[in-house]
């Protein structure tokens, strides 16, 4: 149960551009009393993800090649992978919640987290173009989310890429289309072409 006055709190506390006013925090507060939002993480009520959780996201991006399945290029060089999470226990259950349970209350914490990962990951990088590629969902997968997930924090990464890079630099950063190619997820880069 929430302590008295806490029915608004879980949305001015929601990630940044997801603020509601009036009339929409009274009916997402209404919409609580009868399905309470719980984390997708460990369950506890309140938001889609608690802060507790959302803290295992907080930290720099760390390379993590060596977690990845086959990223090894014909050439012989391996496609840079990087990691905001160890995906173990809460982080797990949040991202399973969120690709396998429908809860896709938990895309705008996912995307404010990889949108502000992108710096870090350019400043660590090699200058160049870089394109940003969804692993394209199975149509069944689609289907059954009703959304491409993963192309939305594509998106949200190459808005953070695009953030970090100065204008005039004469460093460019693309966002494919959602699943019009193949290639790392939206914690990884690879240098394009």
């Given at each position: 149960?929430?302590?008295?006055?806490?029915?608004?709190?879980?949305r001015?506390?929601g990630?940044?551009?997801?603020?509601?006013?009036?009339m929409?925090?009274?009916?997402?507060?209404?919409?609580?009393?009868?399905?309470?939002?719980?984390?997708?993480?460990?369950?506890?009520?309140g938001?889609?993800?608690c802060?507790?959780?959302?803290?295992r996201?907080?930290?720099?991006p760390?390379?993590?090649?060596?977690?990845a399945g086959?990223?090894?290029?014909l050439?012989g060089t391996v496609?840079?992978?990087?990691?905001?999470?160890?995906?173990?226990g809460?982080?797990?259950?949040a991202?399973v919640a969120?690709?396998d349970r429908?809860?896709?209350?938990?895309?705008?914490?996912?995307?404010?987290?990889?949108?502000?990962?992108?710096?870090?990951?350019?400043?660590?990088?090699?200058?160049?173009?870089?394109?940003?590629?969804?692993?394209?969902?199975?149509r069944a997968?689609?289907?059954?989310?009703g959304?491409?997930?993963?192309a939305?924090?594509?998106g949200a990464?190459?808005a953070?890429?695009?953030?970090?890079?100065?204008p005039?630099s004469g460093?460019?950063r693309?966002?494919a289309?959602?699943?019009?190619t193949?290639?790392?997820g939206?914690?990884?880069?690879f240098?394009g072409?």
């Amino acid at each position: 149960m929430r302590e008295p006055g806490a029915w608004g709190r879980r949305r001015r506390g929601g990630p940044p551009g997801t603020q509601h006013g009036g009339m929409t925090r009274l009916l997402h507060d209404l919409v609580d009393l009868v399905l309470p939002v719980t984390c997708a993480g460990c369950g506890a009520p309140g938001r889609a993800l608690c802060p507790a959780c959302l803290r295992r996201w907080s930290g720099p991006p760390r390379r993590c090649e060596h977690a990845a399945g086959r990223l090894d290029r014909l050439d012989g060089t391996v496609l840079p992978v990087w990691a905001l999470a160890v995906g173990t226990g809460v982080v797990r259950s949040a991202v399973v919640a969120w690709k396998d349970r429908g809860r896709a209350d938990v895309s705008p914490w996912f995307a404010a987290v990889v949108r502000r990962a992108a710096p870090a990951v350019a400043a660590a990088s090699p200058p160049g173009r870089w394109v940003v590629v969804p692993a394209p969902a199975s149509r069944a997968g689609a289907a059954r989310r009703g959304e491409d997930l993963v192309a939305g924090l594509a998106g949200a990464l190459a808005a953070g890429f695009a953030d970090a890079v100065p204008p005039g630099s004469g460093t460019h950063r693309d966002a494919a289309a959602g699943g019009a190619t193949s290639g790392p997820g939206p914690a990884g880069w690879f240098p394009g072409g």
